[in-house]
């Protein structure tokens, strides 16, 4: 079946960097692309970007362009999400996200279990 | 970007009753790219509805998605135990994608 596991919890300053992993199984990894959401507290659900675990190719949305890095490594099955440039605004649970079909319009289908990523000095 | 206006934003029902939970958009959503999803607390989200109407794989037919253009609807027919949680509709047709603020459906 279909899983994905992201990293652990993460406490950050602000200004800091965070990079948050996310390990896929149960299909070829190179065949879907893994999109970033995130949840800040009372907010709605917001789409960061995707990544092409094939090409390494990868855009984000136009708020976190410029300080979001998504990369991946097909040795491990492991997609990153790496955010710079920490602020409180930027607290929130970060999920990966598995699309529903092998092009990049079918929308998402499957997440991991989220990582809390809380800024505070 | 588009904008996505659930509502209502809380919905008090009982089992057995049936939900109907509204999704407004400020534009067209291409071709219908609507989706719906479930999230219980601590939980990630469950896709629901696909392209505005479809299931997804082992989702009950007591969910079912329709509307275009701008208006979608999600019902569920009859409710669950299980199916008090919050459901937030997304677009996937523009990007950005775009999400819902979400409405909660609890126990009355």
């Known amino acids: 079946q279909v899983q994905l596991v992201q990293s652990g919890a993460e406490v950050k300053k602000p200004g800091a960097s965070v990079k948050v992993s996310c390990m896929a199984s149960?299909?070829?990894?190179?065949?879907?692309?893994i999109h970033w959401v995130r949840q800040a507290p009372g907010q709605r659900l917001e789409w960061m970007g995707w990544?092409?675990?094939?090409?390494?190719?990868?855009n984000s949305a136009e708020k976190f362009q410029g300080r979001v890095t998504m990369t991946r490594e097909t040795s491990s099955d492991t997609v990153y999400m790496e955010l710079s440039g920490l602020q409180s605004d930027d607290t929130a649970i970060y999920y990966c996200?598995?699309?529903?079909?092998?092009?990049?319009?079918?929308?998402?289908?499957?997440w991991g279990q989220g990582t809390l990523v809380t800024v505070s000095s | 970007e588009i904008v996505l206006t659930q509502s209502p934003g809380t919905l008090s029902l009982s089992p057995g009753d049936r939900a109907t939970l509204s999704c407004r958009a400020s534009?067209?959503?291409?071709?219908?790219?609507l989706a719906w999803f479930q999230q219980k607390p601590g939980q990630a989200p469950r896709l629901l509805i696909y392209?505005?109407?479809s299931r997804a794989t082992d989702i009950p037919d007591r969910f079912s998605g329709s509307g275009s253009g701008t208006d979608f609807t999600l019902t569920i027919s009859r409710l669950e135990p299980e199916d008090f949680a919050v459901y937030h509709c997304?677009?996937?047709?523009?990007?950005?994608?775009?999400f819902g603020q979400g409405t909660k459906v609890e126990i009355k």
């Open positions: 997304q677009q996937y047709g523009s990007s950005p994608w775009t």
């Open positions: 990544i092409n675990p094939n090409y390494d190719g990868s």
């Open positions: 392209g505005a109407s």
């Open positions: 149960g299909y070829i990894f190179t065949d879907y692309y």
């Open positions: 534009q067209n959503v291409y071709r219908n790219t």
């Open positions: 996200a598995r699309g529903r079909t092998k092009v990049r319009g079918g929308g998402i289908a499957y």
